[in-house]
């Protein structure tokens, strides 16, 4: 799996310029097999026009919020070279993930087009999500 925050951020925390960061998602979802996880909306295109499974996760800003936060515990703040998650929280950072579902979640769901080939799902909590991903695995090796 491909964190896109790993892609996106070197180990200071300087970030790659749109051209490169959309080049390098290029190249990986030209793999025959990729997962990738993130969310930037400016070059969701070119992950959606490759997928065949999409996974929105639609939770509750609170929920979001409280995983932050236990990532934070577990691993620290920075770049996370075991999980490849960028972890700086701002105050900035705390209001988008709060008001997500409000400003950014629409325009993702604009971007929906994009994936005219692929299974679109949405999961609205975390016992959702593990049971799609059982799902997915179990029809993976069948």
């Not at 896109?4 to 290029?26: C, G, P, S």
């Not at 236990?70 to 691993?75: D, G, K, P």
Request: charged share 25%; with cysteine.
């Amino acid at each position: 799996m491909t964190h896109l925050d790993a892609v996106y951020y070197d180990d200071a925390w300087n970030t790659l310029d749109k051209e490169r960061f959309a080049a390098v998602q290029e190249e990986l979802v030209a793999a025959p097999a990729w997962v990738i996880a993130g969310n930037y909306a400016g070059t969701l295109p070119i992950r959606l026009r490759a997928a065949d499974e999409v996974i929105f996760l639609d939770h509750p800003p609170a929920v979001c919020l409280w995983g932050i936060a236990q990532r934070r515990l577990r691993h620290g703040g920075g770049q996370n070279d075991s999980t490849g998650v960028y972890d700086r929280i701002t105050s900035s950072f705390i209001r988008y993930v709060w008001g997500y579902r409000r400003s950014m979640a629409p325009r993702v769901w604009d971007l929906r087009e994009h994936a005219s080939q692929a299974t679109v799902h949405t999961v609205t909590s975390r016992r959702q999500a593990r049971h799609l991903l059982d799902r997915l695995k179990a029809a993976q090796t069948t």
